[in-house]
């Protein structure tokens, strides 16, 4: 029943031996996804120990080989250790036909059936919805067609107080209304306050996943108050021109989003090969927005916990 | 001047912590070449620190995934580092079209050229031959087409005793000669043996790759007499039954085939991942041809050492 996000590659387009490419494995209520797939994220599953045929569905931001060559392998793996789940791949149009043709040269007949659904890159659009939480994609700013994802919990139900519903002596038909918020009135006329029988709900939290991206201002408003707000910093602000000519964000550039959107957390992450740790990117990224982070591999954030 | 085969992934079909999927580093001579690219391959070639710029040549035996899913990473890495040196990969006629179509969705203009050249099924090829060695593919049974590689350095000229034809005052013009193994007459008549002024040629070596195949007998054939044989060994003997419905050999059929070809060690390797270790391939490889190795990732095996 948790909310985790863990970094699976905070690394660029060259991987170092600290970091892989870019790949984040979430888990919402026994709801399995990974964003991005990274050449490698099959081993980065094995590393830390997620269970990869869990991944129900995968989102691949955009085309650049460091947030999807890693998909072929990963689908191998899933059908060679004989998955019989459907999976489902977000991504380009162009996506399919890319994967399915890598996968077919190899003559297997796959073992389970993968849905390829395109994204949109026009506007916010909701791509996935369950009774538990809404997936949104979202255009970001890059050199070609990308999207970043937010991942939004519904509001939950109020909590039911035990001890005071069976003190009341009340029916399992009362607490479908109670659990909704609602007030009842019972057959003897007796009004109940359903703060009485009831805790406040949890709060429903949220995630967005911000890379890559140039800055601009309304990536704030899209993702306006998400718990937790992802975004890359590939460069540091002493290369603001780099990061405007490869269509990339600073760190400042990421925390000024982040205090824009008025996120409660900002992880950094997407760091250029050039740097040999995230130290100034996460110094620059606090001068502006004091709660950043700065992603390293195998880094875990637990939603609930943090933000309840 | 050497001649060193480094093992970068000695796996099978599903990465292990241990184990890379298929990979081999060449180098003879100032040639520097890669056989296989399994997926995370440019991440071995900077974990062994490996200079991935020096490949000229990519050789990969067959399109399962485990053994060509590394190369749009390798090649975009190499874009990224600003290559300019052309490249050349042999392999199936289909390699060209998926893996030019998996760098074109990201939209880079790449810095340098790739050529494929179509590996050809039927029969034992030669592909490529400069001054100093001949390299040739011949046909493995595996469950899709797929090729061996054999690198044969040609017969090397003989090394002049630099004593001795200074002492005789001999000129340049007579070294080519000499070093032919000729023997010279000079303009006064003196007859002058060869032997007397140089020192035996170094040993022309050879190295076989062979992997994914079923077990055959000709095979010990098409590769006889390489100094190091490279073998798949997926199995051991107790698993003979999976090895021949997947087309894979046991670590004892590898032997065989290494017994038969005369060469002087057997490499195994592309272990199952359901073996802990290759401590059970290594003993039943070594009841049938003593000078076997296991192959880990990251050996080296320096042929100019082991067999001058």
Redesign the interface.
């Known amino acids: 029943v948790g909310f985790t996000v863990q970094i699976l590659g905070s690394g660029a387009?060259?991987?170092?031996?600290q970091r892989?490419p870019s790949a984040q494995y979430l888990q919402c209520e026994n709801r399995h996804f990974l964003i991005d797939c990274g050449?490698?994220t099959?081993?980065q599953f094995?590393?830390f120990n997620v269970k990869l045929q869990k991944i129900k569905q995968i989102f691949i931001s955009h085309?650049?080989?460091?947030h999807f060559?890693?998909l072929?392998?990963l689908i191998?793996?899933m059908h060679?250790?004989g998955r019989t789940q459907n999976l489902t791949i977000y991504g380009?149009p162009?996506?399919e036909?890319?994967i399915r043709?890598?996968?077919e040269?190899?003559?297997h007949k796959m073992t389970f059936e993968i849905q390829f659904v395109a994204l949109k890159y026009d506007s916010p659009t909701l791509i996935f919805e369950d009774k538990v939480l809404e997936i949104w994609s979202f255009p970001l700013k890059h050199?070609?067609p990308t999207c970043g994802f937010m991942f939004r919990e519904k509001p939950k139900e109020f909590q039911l107080d035990g001890e005071a519903v069976k003190e009341a002596g009340l029916l399992i038909e009362h607490f479908h209304r109670l659990k909704k918020g609602e007030d009842i009135e019972l057959e003897n006329g007796k009004k109940l306050n359903h703060q009485d029988f009831t805790f406040p709900p949890k709060p429903a939290l949220s995630y967005a996943y911000c890379s890559d991206t140039k800055y601009f201002e309304d990536l704030a408003n899209v993702v306006s108050n998400v718990d937790l707000l992802y975004h890359e910093a590939t460069f540091t602000e002493a290369m603001l021109e780099r990061a405007k000519t490869t269509f990339h964000s600073t760190a400042k550039q990421a925390a000024e989003i982040a205090l824009q959107s008025k996120t409660k957390m900002l992880i950094l992450g997407h760091f250029s090969s050039r740097y040999d740790d995230a130290r100034l990117h996460l110094e620059e990224a606090k001068s502006i927005f004091t709660n950043s982070v700065a992603a390293e591999d195998g880094m875990l954030f637990d939603l609930r916990k943090m933000f309840s």
């Open positions: 387009a060259l991987p170092t031996g892989a050449e490698g099959q081993m094995r590393r085309l650049h080989g460091d060559f890693g072929p392998g191998s793996t060679l250790l380009h162009d996506l036909k890319i043709g890598m996968l040269v190899g003559g050199r070609i």
